[in-house]
């Protein structure tokens, strides 16, 4: 049976703190949307109709303020066309490189109590998304 993440785990998220805090950071999403979005009963957005898609626009729309004050930039964004390496069937919708200047600008945002209604809308448009956090390198050149 496929399994699906939306939220870390305690110890992945605890291995994220546990890394350094001062440097800067890159995070690698990639996103599957909900063929309809599913918010929570009461929730204004919820029986709307909207696509996963649509509910994605909505969390960029409303925690995008809070992203930019922390310093967080998109350096990097594509959409999925197929998968060369990797298990048949997961299709990723869209991916994007997040850059902080720190993971303390990273637990900011998420702790900012605007963030924390924005981020409903995250958890109403993804069927399944991975979050990786790298130290960024040069770019260009060759793989070595």
Same mark, same amino acid.
């Given at each position: 049976? =496929?399994?699906?993440?939306?939220?870390?785990? =305690? +110890?992945?998220?605890?291995a994220f @703190?546990?890394?350094? $805090?001062?440097e800067?950071?890159?995070?690698? *999403?990639?996103?599957?949307? $909900? !063929?309809?979005?599913?918010?929570? !009963?009461?929730?204004? %957005? %919820?029986? *709307? #109709?909207?696509?996963?898609? $649509? =509910?994605? !626009?909505?969390?960029?729309?409303? +925690?995008?303020?809070?992203f +930019?004050?922390?310093?967080?930039?998109?350096?990097?964004? #594509?959409?999925?066309?197929?998968m060369?390496?990797?298990p048949?069937? @997961?299709?990723? %919708?869209? #991916?994007?490189? =997040?850059?902080?200047?720190? +993971?303390? &600008?990273?637990? &900011?945002?998420i702790?900012?109590?605007?963030?924390q209604?924005?981020?409903? *809308?995250?958890?109403? &448009?993804?069927?399944?998304s $991975?979050?990786?956090?790298?130290?960024?390198?040069?770019?260009? #050149?060759?793989?070595?």
């Amino acid at each position: 049976m =496929a399994q699906f993440y939306i939220d870390p785990s =305690a +110890s992945n998220f605890q291995a994220f @703190k546990d890394l350094p $805090r001062d440097e800067p950071i890159h995070m690698l *999403n990639l996103l599957q949307y $909900r !063929e309809l979005a599913e918010y929570p !009963e009461g929730h204004e %957005h %919820h029986g *709307n #109709g909207w696509s996963g898609r $649509r =509910a994605y !626009e909505e969390y960029g729309k409303t +925690s995008g303020p809070i992203f +930019s004050r922390v310093g967080g930039e998109i350096v990097w964004r #594509g959409a999925f066309q197929t998968m060369v390496t990797g298990p048949d069937g @997961k299709d990723w %919708h869209d #991916g994007f490189v =997040a850059q902080y200047p720190n +993971s303390g &600008a990273f637990f &900011a945002m998420i702790k900012d109590p605007d963030y924390q209604l924005a981020v409903v *809308n995250r958890t109403a &448009a993804l069927l399944d998304s $991975r979050l990786m956090r790298f130290s960024p390198g040069e770019s260009g #050149g060759g793989f070595g």
